[in-house]
């Protein structure tokens, strides 16, 4: 299972950390991701991260701005936000695979947690 949180309500600029939690002892055979559906449109790809943090991919539109991170410890995946848009608004997601390296494709990811909201004001 799958829990994240962290959203909220932000002015364009500002940052937001998320963080997504995982029960269960099989965290490190997860690789981590990160998904987005804003209104309307498709689910997206935002970021994802291997088991051992040593391989990351993130989508071109927030390279730069956003950081994954996870701490195997806390069975927690990260997401810090900087620099934050309005095109950046939409409902988060993490996501589990049991494949071996980051997927930026949905279909790979065989857990979803519940989403939280981002909301960026201009």
């Known amino acids: 299972q799958l829990q994240a949180s962290g959203g909220g309500l932000v002015q364009a600029g500002g940052s937001l950390r998320l963080s997504c939690t995982a029960s269960g002892r099989l965290f490190t055979s997860y690789v981590m991701g990160w998904f987005r559906q804003a209104p309307g449109k498709e689910r997206e790809f935002v970021s994802a991260?291997?088991?051992?943090?040593?391989?990351?991919a993130y989508a071109d539109s927030v390279k730069g701005r956003f950081t994954i991170s996870r701490d195997n410890a806390k069975n927690t995946v990260y997401l810090q936000m900087n620099g934050l848009k309005p095109e950046d608004t939409a409902v988060y997601y993490c996501?589990?695979?049991?494949?071996?390296?980051?997927?930026?494709?949905?279909?790979?990811?065989?857990?979803w947690g519940q989403g939280t909201e981002v909301t960026v004001s201009s």
């Open positions: 996501a589990a695979t049991i494949q071996y390296n980051p997927s930026r494709s949905g279909g790979d990811y065989d857990y």
């Open positions: 991260i291997s088991r051992g943090r040593g391989d990351i």
